[in-house]
């Protein structure tokens, strides 16, 4: 992008000055290098953003930011409900709770590295991934709602993981406010056989090494050192989470009118958050969140067992799990008084600063734990959330590298047997049914990681923790 559609208001924070329809001006994070790289579509989907009815200070934009269906992937925008606000589908996105949680393993690299092919291909088989992927679970009517209701609680109440997980999850593994009868037939047959599955694109599972510590006091806090291993899980709400966005955002898109909406991009399609419309979706979406939350509590436990076949001396106790596709309502301090917001994160992480009520009280002193998934063989990054997130962007941090070219360019620009191969030479293994799938997330084909982190600490979002580099990733 141009630099000059900006007024520079330091090194790594960038304004676009209210003009048109905006309510308030849009606020960009990142280096002159990341913003240069940012497509001109970012620009226009922040502008757009900034016009929605009740957002309130800004619409902000991470440092790993790009185009999106609507919000921009990187996203944040709060949203009044006294003053018209609204609740978009769009700025929550398909991939409903979409987020990343983190396991310590007890064990060091030269542990996994004694059986890492059998252990690369052992979670190749019991961990269910790729397009249509389908796992051993079936849920009846029943048990799909009590799914949607319950969340991580409702897996681990059936024994797929430990009551211990449940202190380290957002909003202690089960999302408030959920409504299982306002989310269709249709997407919950689209669920009914894929919990406990990976899913395509760039969700995965990977095996990694802590190759760096940058903030030692946190890094104990989080149970963090160097040479230990620790499992990352990559993923969302699959199927369900897809047809709850795709059925809402064409409601919502119809009814705008109605409302007195003024849409400036029809992928922005939103309802006030007090109508029945608004208050459905957000019902449905909070089942949405469940479902992911279920989801990955349940890959957790398939990963202990095959971790107590090869490797019985692990003991795999959860650091966090956080997700990045959400609205929550949150309270946050807004030109001196504390206020009521529906905080949409689309590809942003929430990052709560030390003494936050909603952290556990373990890690209430260091502040939460903020998980940045990087690209296949680049390795990521554990970041913790620290004080001044709070008035930068209602606490929000980025959520990973960012993509840097389509999937499709990616495809024409690397073949998957090539980027397997590569890999291995580099002492990481690769497993994924298929190698279009490799090809599409090779390593090149997303921003700098370790640049984007840098942004974000710079900015004052979030404060590096740890390094974390890959050794087996299993991917859709």
């Known amino acids: 992008m141009e630099l000059d559609l900006f007024a520079r208001r330091s090194d790594y924070q960038w304004e676009i000055p209210p003009h048109g329809a905006m309510r308030v001006p849009g606020v960009i994070y990142a280096d002159e290098t990341l913003i240069r790289a940012m497509d001109h579509k970012v620009y226009e989907q922040t502008v757009n953003v900034a ?19 609507g919000f921009p992937i990187g996203g944040v925008a709060a949203f009044d409900p006294d003053e018209g606000g609204v609740v978009s589908a769009g700025g929550v996105g398909f991939d409903i709770s979409c987020g990343v949680r983190c396991l310590h393993t007890g064990l060091t690299r030269d542990d996994i590295l004694r059986v890492q092919k059998p252990l690369a291909d052992r979670l190749f088989q019991c961990i269910p991934a790729g397009v249509g992927s389908s796992g051993a679970i079936r849920l009846d009517s029943q048990e799909m709602d009590a799914m949607l209701a319950g969340g991580a609680k409702w897996a681990v109440e059936r024994g797929w993981g430990e009551p211990a997980d449940l202190e380290r ?7 408030k406010g959920a409504r299982p009868a306002a989310v269709s037939q249709q997407a919950k047959k689209r669920q009914r056989d894929e919990m406990g599955t990976l899913g395509s694109g760039n969700h995965y599972l990977e095996i990694q090494e802590v190759v760096a510590i940058y903030d030692r006091p946190a890094a104990a806090a989080f149970g963090l050192i ?22 809402f955002l064409k409601q919502m898109a119809i009814t705008a009118a109605e409302h007195g909406i003024a849409l400036p991009d029809r992928e922005l399609a939103c309802a006030p ?7 459905t979706y957000l019902g449905a979406m909070r089942a949405g969140i469940n479902c992911a939350l279920a ?23 959860l650091l966090y799990d956080v997700s990045h596709n959400t609205c929550k309502v949150e309270t946050h301090q807004v030109d001196g008084r504390m206020r009521e917001l529906y905080v949409h994160r689309k590809g942003a992480t929430r990052a ?39 008035a930068l962007a209602f606490a929000s941090a980025c959520h990973g590298a960012g993509r840097a070219m389509s999937r499709h360019r990616a495809q024409h620009t690397w073949h998957g047997r090539q980027v397997i191969d590569d890999l291995a030479a580099r002492g990481i293994l690769i497993r994924s049914p298929t190698q279009r799938g490799v090809a599409e997330e090779a390593p090149d084909a997303y921003k700098d990681v370790g640049a984007v982190v840098d942004a974000a600490e710079a900015a004052g979002l979030a404060r590096k923790v740890a390094r974390v580099a890959p050794l087996i990733c299993v991917k859709g």
């Not at 016009?51 to 269906?69: E, F, K, N, Q």
């Not at 999850?169 to 999302?175: C, S, V």
């Not at 989801?295 to 106790?317: C, D, G, H, K, Y």
């Open 226 to 247: 160097e040479g230990a291993t620790v499992i990352m899980i990559h993923c969302g709400s699959r199927g369900l989470g897809h047809q709850i966005g795709t059925e």
């Open 169 to 175: 999850i957002e909003e202690g593994g089960r999302m």
């Open 295 to 317: 989801n990955r509590q349940i890959l957790t436990q398939l990963v202990r067992q095959v971790f107590a076949e090869l490797l019985p001396a692990a003991r795999l106790s």
């Open 352 to 390: 709560f600063g030390p003494g936050h009520p909603d952290l556990p009280e373990t890690l209430r002193a260091s502040g939460q734990p903020v998980l940045i998934g990087g690209s296949m063989g680049t390795g990521s990054y554990i970041l913790r959330g620290c004080e001044t997130a709070e």
């Open 273 to 279: 958050i007090r109508s029945p419309l608004g208050e």
């Open 51 to 69: 016009c929605l009815p009740g957002i309130v200070r800004a619409a902000y934009v991470m440092p790993d930011a790009h185009w999106g269906y």
